[in-house]
């Protein structure tokens, strides 16, 4: 069975500051890997995605992320962040042979500061 | 284009009564999942239609709750005899396919049960 944990809850930074939430899963076979947002009473908004190929993935509002096979790791990261960007992060995982579910994290509160 | 809805938003009831919530997912999208958030956790997923059918429903918790789609369109889920513990927001997404494709969220049903 698939899992994911994401390692902080709470991450408080400063408006300009460079961020990384951080996401590791666990897998026996081959993934795809997601990140989502989530603002207040609104629903997830898909930020980015991996299935395959470049390691290195970028979404939308300046964030990236990168697929780390050997360290089953996939953080989300942002050079520098918004007091806008203060939202509920969410890492998902998805494998092929578990259908399409996605298992999720149990989130990271981003909260920018000014 | 419009994406993901669910009705209603809220909904109150009490212990022992039916509740149906439903949700309208992006049109021409043939995969639609319904997943069920707690308080302070990542998304759990109940269950995954392909066209009519449940392709996978090991997420549903018991046999109070049930899902339908009837036409391939919109979806309702179907909770018997609620418990306090039901209460969270019940999330539903579409897909274009299945597989790996992008899940869109809909804002969620926010189910209190007294």
């Known amino acids: 069975a698939q899992s994911v944990t994401q390692l902080d809850s709470q991450v408080p930074v400063f408006e300009e500051a460079p961020v990384e939430l951080r996401c590791n899963y666990s897998?026996?076979?081959?993934?795809?890997l997601f990140w989502y947002v989530q603002y207040p009473n609104q629903g997830l908004q898909l930020l980015l995605k991996?299935?395959?190929?470049?390691?290195l993935v970028k979404g939308i509002n300046g964030f990236e992320a990168e697929f780390n096979k050997s360290q089953t790791s996939f953080h989300l990261r942002k050079p520098s962040v918004h007091i806008s960007d203060t939202a509920e992060y969410f890492c998902a995982v998805g494998q092929e042979t578990s259908g399409s579910r996605l298992t999720f994290g149990e989130g990271t509160q981003l909260t920018v500061n000014p | 284009g419009a994406g993901v809805s669910q009705t209603p938003s809220n909904k109150v009831t009490e212990k022992g009564k039916y509740v149906e919530l439903r949700c309208d997912p992006i049109?021409?999208?043939?995969?639609l999942y319904w997943y069920r958030q707690s308080l302070g956790q990542g998304p759990e997923f109940l269950i995954y239609?392909?066209?009519?059918?449940?392709?996978?429903d090991s997420g549903l918790p018991n046999d109070r709750f049930f899902a339908v789609r009837p036409e391939g369109s919109v979806s309702t889920l179907k909770i018997q005899r609620t418990e306090r513990g039901d209460s969270a927001v019940y999330l539903c997404?579409?897909?274009?396919?299945?597989?790996?494709?992008?899940?869109?969220f809909g804002p969620g049903t926010r189910l209190l049960v007294l």
């Open positions: 897998s026996s076979v081959s993934v795809y």
């Open positions: 997404a579409s897909s274009l396919s299945g597989g790996k494709q992008t899940q869109y």
């Open positions: 991996y299935l395959s190929g470049s390691t």
């Open positions: 239609f392909q066209g009519t059918g449940a392709a996978d």
């Open positions: 049109s021409g999208h043939t995969a």
